[in-house]
T-cell receptor, first 116, second 112 residues
Framework: EAGVVQSPRYKIIEKKQPVAFWCNPI?????LYWYLQNLGQGPELLIR????????DSQLPKDRFSAERLKGVDSTLKIQPAELGDSAVYLC??????????????FGEGSRLTVL | SQQGEEDPQALSIQEGENATMNCSYKTSINNLQWYRQNSGRGLVHLIL?????REKHSGRLRVTLDTSKKSSSLLITASRAADTASYFC????????????FGPGTSLSVIP
């Protein structure tokens, strides 16, 4: 069974440019998460989807970040315009169970963004 | 902001020794999980302990949970060089959002 797939793995852009990351979760996993991970730190939740609904986007900087999961399967995270401080790894995860019984999260390899 | 805190931030041990990492959290949880991350890779789930459990084992891993102290520990016995990685605790918070929050992690180096 395929795991969580993310692309691109690496992206280098100039500041003020837009960038988009794509995630395809494990088949059948209704819950999808986007996390941001700075170097040497733990992942920080940006947004969580249940099917196509964003149920927790309280940590998403909505002035420049947007996300969508139109058909409740794959998801796109966009930054426009990118700033130097956005350089980080963007991790996508999925899980088959949501709510208070949420168990293991399955992570992709991440998309490493460098903003110059 | 992160809910969890871990100590130590970094740990260096000899192969064969045991490694203990600690995690503390601030609010009530449904469960606590531990993940491992090799450099440049995604996180891999190791073990989950529910809020009504006190100890759990999986192979060379032992996890304890003390809800009165809001803390957990991960013990890796008989460490191997291949255990070198960063280890993160993640708490499933009892909130309306059922949020999974990660700690800052412990970087473990196992010297052959």
């Amino acid at each position: 069974e395929a795991g969580v797939v993310q692309s691109p793995r690496y992206k280098i852009i100039e500041k003020k440019q837009p960038v988009a990351f794509w995630c395809n979760p494990i088949s059948g996993h209704n819950t999808l998460y986007w996390y941001l991970q700075n170097l040497g730190q733990g992942p920080e939740l940006l947004i969580r989807y249940e099917n196509e609904e964003a149920v927790d986007d309280s940590q998403l900087p909505k002035d420049r970040f947007s996300a969508e999961r139109l058909k409740g399967v794959d998801s796109t995270l966009k930054i426009q315009p990118a700033e130097l401080g956005d350089s980080a790894v963007y991790l996508c995860a999925s899980s088959p169970v949501a709510g208070p019984n949420t168990g293991e999260l399955f992570f992709g390899e991440g998309s490493r963004l460098t903003v110059l | 902001s992160q809910q969890g805190e871990e100590d130590p931030q970094a740990l260096s041990i000899q192969e064969g020794e045991n490694a203990t990492m600690n995690c503390s959290y601030k609010t009530s949880i449904n469960n606590l999980q531990w993940y491992r991350q090799n450099s440049g890779r995604g996180l891999v789930h190791l073990i989950l302990i529910r809020s009504n459990e006190r100890e759990k084992h999986s192979g060379r891993l032992r996890v304890t949970l003390d809800t009165s102290k809001k803390s957990s520990s991960l013990l890796i016995t008989a460490s191997r060089a291949a255990d070198t990685a960063s280890y993160f605790c993640a708490a499933l918070l009892k909130t309306s959002y059922d949020k999974v929050i990660f700690g800052p992690g412990t970087s473990l180096s196992v010297i052959p």
